[in-house]
Structure formats: C-alpha cells, structure tokens
C-alpha cells in the first residue's frame, strides 16, 4: 500500500494563477482531509469530506475549493493564488473521526 | 477558530534524558492525539487517547488525557538522535475536526 499521495511535491505560482493539487489514498478510508500548516501556526483545516460525493468547510476555507468524486481522491484547487495562501499543504484520510494518515505534503510558494 | 496551547515551543536536551511536553486547552476535548513530524515529511500518529485520566504508552513514550479533559501531556524517556522532530497534539471535541497545537521542536544532542 502507497497509503496517502500528494502531487505535486513542490509548485511555485504567480498571483492570480490556479492550480488543483491531488490527494489519493490507497486505505478504502471514508473520511479526507485538507490542511495547511504554516511556521507557528500547527496544522489548520480547510476542507474535509465525510464520504464520496460530500465535502465541507473547516477552520480556514476561504480561498479553497475542493472535490471528492471518486472516494480515494480528493482535490483541493486555488482558482486565483494569493501570496498569504503560500505555505505547506496537507492531505489525511480516516477510516471515521478518528486516526488520521497524513501524506508527505506539498509546498506551495505564491509569488 | 479553536486554540491548543503547545509547551514548550522547543527544548534541546542531551541523549539520554526524559522530556516532557504538554498541550492546554480552554474547551474540552474528547479525543487527543500526539503526532511526530520530521523534516519534509507529514505528521505520523504516535498515542491516541480516548477517555480522560487514560495513561498509554508506546514504547519509550507515554502520554496521559488530563482528568479535566482539557489538556494532555507527553513524556519521552531516554531520548535518542531520532527523537529529533516537531511533536504535534491534537484534539476532537465533537464531530470530524481535529484542532492541532502549535509544535514542540525537539532537538537531542548526541
């Protein structure tokens, strides 16, 4: 098992460009998740999703958009980049409310 | 959005010593998690903990839900060169959030 997957690993992006950055997880798991982590500042939820077909917001969403149409992937798309959404992004999946798996992370530098 | 008050924010110990870090909060939580992360990479899940005064151990690490349900604390005997990393905690309240503390930056010198 790969178990959870980011690409890419790193993107450097203008403001105002768009981008979607994939999640796959190998593990049948239920719940995904999205987060960014910023220097200080821990890990912060953006968007999470229950199941195929559902998603919601969470702590930090403004900015974000995201997808979940088949239930191993779950995209997460920035239609027009800021310098302030600059940072390491994190995808996790779940069997429930619980454990979570984190993937290796991508980073992302708005310019 | 919901604060996890992580201490301390970094500790540079000698192989060889016990540490101990701990995680506050203002809400009660039902569920804490301690995470590692090391450079590059993403969190890895190292204790659950699921009902308050829980004590669990893995391995050289021990961590306990605090009998307020408000905090939990993380102690690491005998460190090691691979200690080394940033140590997260995490807590649910209800529902499918975690809210993650701010790191604790671990640095064991040989």
């Known amino acids: 098992n790969a178990g959870v997957t980011q690409t890419p690993k790193f993107r450097v992006l203008k403001t105002g460009q768009s981008m979607t950055l994939l999640c796959a997880q190998d593990m049948n798991h239920e719940y995904m998740y999205w987060y960014r982590q910023d220097p200080g500042m821990g890990l912060r939820l953006i968007h999470y999703s229950v199941g195929e077909g559902t998603t919601a917001k969470g702590e930090v969403p403004d900015g974000y958009n995201v997808s979940r149409l088949k239930k191993q992937n779950f995209l997460l798309g920035l239609e027009s980049a800021a310098p302030s959404q600059t940072s390491v992004y994190f995808c996790?999946?779940?069997?429930?409310?619980?454990?979570?798996?984190f993937g290796p992370g991508t980073r992302l530098t708005v310019t | 959005g919901q604060q996890l008050n992580q201490s301390p924010q970094s500790m540079f110990i000698q192989e060889g010593e016990d540490v101990s870090m701990n995680c506050t909060s203002s809400?009660?939580?039902?569920?804490w998690l301690w995470y590692k992360q090391d450079p590059g990479e993403g969190p890895v899940l190292l204790i659950a903990?699921?009902?308050?005064?829980e004590l669990t151990s893995n391995g050289r690490l021990t961590a306990q839900f605090g009998i307020t349900r408000k905090d939990s604390f993380l102690n690491i005997s005998a460190s090691i060169p691979s200690d080394v990393g940033i140590y997260f905690c995490?807590?649910?309240?209800?529902?499918?959030?975690?809210?993650f503390g701010t790191g604790t930056s671990l640095t064991v010198i040989p």
């Open positions: 995490a807590g649910q309240r209800t529902g499918n959030q975690f809210y």
């Open positions: 809400s009660i939580f039902n569920t």
């Open positions: 903990l699921y009902k308050a005064g």
């Open positions: 996790a999946s779940s069997y429930g409310a619980g454990q979570q798996y």
